[in-house]
């Protein structure tokens, strides 16, 4: 009698066996091991949740594929590490703190312990040994170590410059936390302020960032274009303007004028363009604005615009469609190239954060300085030929033109092209001394300080005798103070903690007061796939060997919205600890993948939406297992898909007949092994010459979805196809095994075949639905499925040389043909003619017509 599949009691058993016998601790590898070097084993990671409440759908998504991932690596015989943690630090858990007045580490905590249990259930196969938590302090301890190793090399350090300042969360944000003028957190308008802030020196690293995309074997092209573009590299030329004295336009020089001659570099891609520069433009907060329209009568004009700009949000100051606005300083530069007095204007389009903050202005090749120069009446001077619709009938310019084309009106450089005329217009300036070869970027230091609560407290001092003073390793970890007051006012919560912020200096003995800031949380999760490997360790974050064992992870899992967050700063991390001396390797990550994302109703699952749909009514209802195959069977795991309840009654509907079939298989001995093969085993299969034509069929389509599953499974993250072909195996089986004439169940051969089969499923489907897999293994009188050899194909059984017929009668299907594939149409029919479910439906009658669709249908019209 078959018994019914009960998934939460079958789930929970053998959770408990994982649990009790670690089946998954990765052990630390040994010295000879670790001299070894990588091979035999692998490390999968998904990165690490937020832990913000439960689990949802996102998640379960990106745990289970990983999960499938580290299954098959140790069924192929690898030994795996597939750890978790919680990037448990931010905004989220302070905000919930001042809302409820609940700390921070109690709803963190809490939120911990829930997703912990969530992925226990669905039967995640976790290193939980290996459990980090970046807000505890035997982690953030190496978190602020590790800051100091970056300040002790002049990678960390604090400068006032314009930063990003969010109005509601009341602290600064990286440029790469910005998205489209608003803070990604809370979606407020971004402002810009003048503080002092702490930055990591990522530009040092802009060009190795480039350079490494080739040591990444498998990345997604789109990850590496989007880091690409936000480091923005440009080759071009610096070219020096210098400052006219006051009055140099009209020969009335000041001889008080202090900025007289002063050297404005400017940044230019296209130096083959210097004629036609007829204006100048700097952003408003450039540094020498100030001093060189001090007592003009531009001065309050330049102040109260330059104010303003500070005061506009960055997504509206670089909106091309926007008007655009500036003021004319009343100072002129010299243009290098000619002598030419060009006006310098200020103007908001131009910002402080790319190239040098200064512009030279093309308008005849350049869009937004043609419309600068036709609302304040500049001259604008073609240098590039230009095709005739971009001009006027008098031969001016209508529009910009920014093709390509040969130099005009460029002196000895008229007849160029464009690359020619680049180099040599550069090489000219640089013989006097006015301009050099140069590569700019776009990427901009990281700032890191933030002025909220929950984060690592940054170890700096500053005492008044000694400045500046980091804290000595012994002293760390700068443990968070406990506080009751968390709300934002602008500055660190923390400043208020005086008996936290007051202390002693290290150095002299004096007083000193700590920084009140925190760091952000991104710099927890640049080093988190490092300490998985030394976990325990309170002495170290990371041992050198150990962390060369394991990494470069082998294969990473998430969202692509963190490829110019987490992915770039984790690479940055990654070769500065290299630098160091602290890892042998410069890239963190060897294969990425990142997933879609669950919709549910049209929309991203969002509770402000009220469409969440939550993991543990699915699991008690349907089964872990049910959970974990629907979640990839939904489509490709690169693409966003829809939530459909009715897929899941689908998926568990299959589970069921799979249970149903091998089951029924255990109940007619089949499973068993039979005289003289050890114990657990099948024994070996039949001679291919004792093998009737459909038992070779299914033989054939077992090795076939071996191959499929396998390739699908470890070369193209292609879940839902692989599922779909144990399926297809699946009712395969279902039809060979009864059928008219008892199937393949009518003779020995047949059904070592279908025991076969029925063992290839079993194992195929482990990494899909393991509690229930690991349940039919041990029906089967089998044990630890997930200890065995990942099933191979055998080659003798991958293409078939008979085929399947349908065979009809009278337009309906009665039975099945299994026949050679050259068959001759007379063997077909003959065949099909002796088919028990066909007799009964011609006996006695006469055949009036037979038809043959040669390896597809056999239609018999009886009378």
């Known amino acids: 009698m078959v018994r019914s599949y009960n998934p939460e009691e079958i789930e929970l058993k053998w959770q408990a066996v994982w649990e009790a016998e670690k089946t998954f601790h990765a052990p630390d590898p040994t010295p000879e091991e670790m001299a070894a070097g990588k091979g035999g084993h692998t490390y999968v990671l998904e990165m690490f949740p937020y832990p913000s409440g439960s689990a949802h759908m996102g998640h379960v998504k ?53 997703i912990n249990r969530q992925l226990r259930r669905l039967g995640v196969a976790i290193d939980w040994d290996r459990e980090v938590v970046t807000c505890r302090p035997e982690y953030y301890k190496w978190t602020q170590w590790l800051f100091l190793q970056f300040y002790k090399r002049g990678l960390a350090f604090k400068k006032e410059a314009p930063v990003n300042w969010c109005p509601s969360c009341q602290t600064v944000l990286a440029n790469e936390q910005v998205i489209q003028g608003c803070c ?35 990345w997604p092209e789109r990850v590496i274009t989007m880091q690409r573009n936000w480091i923005g590299k440009s080759v071009g030329g610096n070219v020096v303007f210098r400052l006219a004295p006051r009055g140099a336009e009209n020969g009335q020089l000041d001889p008080a004028d202090p900025t007289g001659g002063t050297e404005i570099t400017v940044f230019t891609t296209r130096p083959d363009t210097l004629f036609g520069a007829t204006f100048f433009v700097m952003a408003p907060e450039h540094p020498l604005v100030e001093e060189m329209v001090k007592g003009t009568a531009a001065e309050e004009a330049c102040r109260r615009y330059t104010w303003q700009a500070m005061n506009t949000s960055y997504i509206e100051r670089s909106n091309a469609e926007k008007e655009k606005t500036g003021v004319f300083t009343g100072r002129y530069v010299e243009n290098p190239v000619n002598g030419a007095l060009i006006p310098i204007y200020i103007a908001d389009y131009v910002m402080m954060d790319y190239g040098t903050g200064a512009i030279m202005a093309v308008p005849a090749h350049d869009e937004r300085d043609f419309e600068f120069a036709c609302k304040f009446g500049r ?31 460029s002196g000895p450089f008229n007849g160029l092209f464009k690359t020619d005329a680049i180099r040599k217009v550069t090489e000219w300036l640089r013989e006097q001394g006015k301009a050099d070869f140069a590569v700019n970027y776009k990427l901009r230091d990281w700032l890191l300080s933030r002025q909220r609560y929950w984060g690592a407290p940054i170890p700096i001092l500053y005492c008044p005798t000694c400045g500046e003073v980091p804290v000595p390793d012994e002293q760390l970890p700068v443990l968070l103070p406990d506080i009751t007051d968390y709300a934002p006012k602008g500055k660190s919560p923390l400043a208020a903690a005086e008996h936290w912020i007051n202390t002693t200096c290290p150095v002299c003995g004096g007083p000193a007061t700590r920084d009140p800031d925190t760091m952000d949380t991104f710099v927890d999760s640049s080093w988190y796939f490092l300490r998985y490997t030394a976990a325990r360790r309170q002495d170290l974050a990371f041992q050198k060997d150990q962390a060369d064992y394991w990494l470069p992870v082998d294969q990473y899992i998430g969202g692509v919205e963190h490829a110019i967050l987490h992915l770039m700063y984790s690479r940055f991390f990654c070769k500065v600890l290299y630098d160091l001396g602290l890892v042998g390797f410069e890239e963190p990550f060897k294969n990425l993948f990142t997933q879609g994302m669950i919709y549910y109703k049209g929309a991203k699952m969002s509770k402000s939406k009220g469409n969440v749909v939550n993991p543990d009514e699915h699991v008690a209802k349907y089964g872990a297992d049910s959970l974990r195959s629907y979640i990839l069977f939904m489509g490709p795991a690169e693409s966003d898909a829809e939530w459909n309840d009715q897929g899941i009654e689908g998926v568990n509907r299959f589970l069921n007949r799979v249970w149903r079939v091998v089951n029924e298989a255990v109940d007619a001995g089949r499973m068993a092994a039979p005289a003289g093969a050890a114990a657990g085993t099948l024994g070996p299969l039949p001679a291919e010459s004792e093998l009737s034509p459909a038992a070779k069929a299914l033989l054939v389509k077992v090795n076939q979805t071996i191959d499929k599953v396998t390739v699908d499974i470890d070369q193209r993250f292609h879940f839902n196809t692989a599922l779909a072909a144990i399926m297809e195996l699946n009712n395969e089986l279902a039809a060979a095994r009864g059928g008219q004439g008892g199937g393949l169940e009518a003779d020995a051969a047949g059904r070592r075949v279908l025991a076969e089969a029925v063992e290839a499923m079993v194992r195929l489907l482990e990494p899909f639905a393991p509690h229930m897999c690991a349940e039919l293994w041990e029906m089967m009188g089998r044990e630890r499925i997930w200890d065995q050899p990942w099933p191979v194909a055998d080659g003798r059984f991958l293409t078939l040389d008979a085929v399947e017929m349908a065979v009809q009668v009278n337009g309906k299907v009665r039975d099945r043909l299994v026949i050679a594939k050259d068959a001759s149409q007379d063997e077909v029919l003959a065949a099909a003619k002796a088919l028990s479910g066909v007799v009964k439906h011609v006996e006695g009658k006469t055949l009036v017509k037979q038809i043959v669709v040669p390896g597809k249908l056999v239609n018999l019209v009886a009378k």
Request: glycine share 6%.
């Open 379 to 409: 001259e604008v001077i073609e240098v590039i030929a230009s095709p005739d619709e971009f001009k006027n009938a008098d031969g001016t310019m209508k529009e910009a033109y920014t093709g390509d084309g040969l130099l005009v009106n």
């Open 184 to 218: 990604e957190r809370c979606s407020t308008e971004v402002e810009a302020k003048k503080l002092k802030q702490w930055f990591f020196r990522i530009t040092d690293y802009a060009e190795r960032l480039l350079e490494d995309f080739d040591k990444l074997e498998d």
């Open 62 to 114: 990106n745990y289970t594929m990983g999960d499938v991932i580290a299954r098959f690596r140790r069924h192929q015989g690898n030994r795996v590490m597939h750890p978790m943690g919680y990037d448990a630090f931010g905004l989220n858990s302070e905000n919930v703190a001042i809302q409820t007045g609940e700390h921070p580490a109690v709803f963190t905590e809490r939120a911990i312990a829930t």
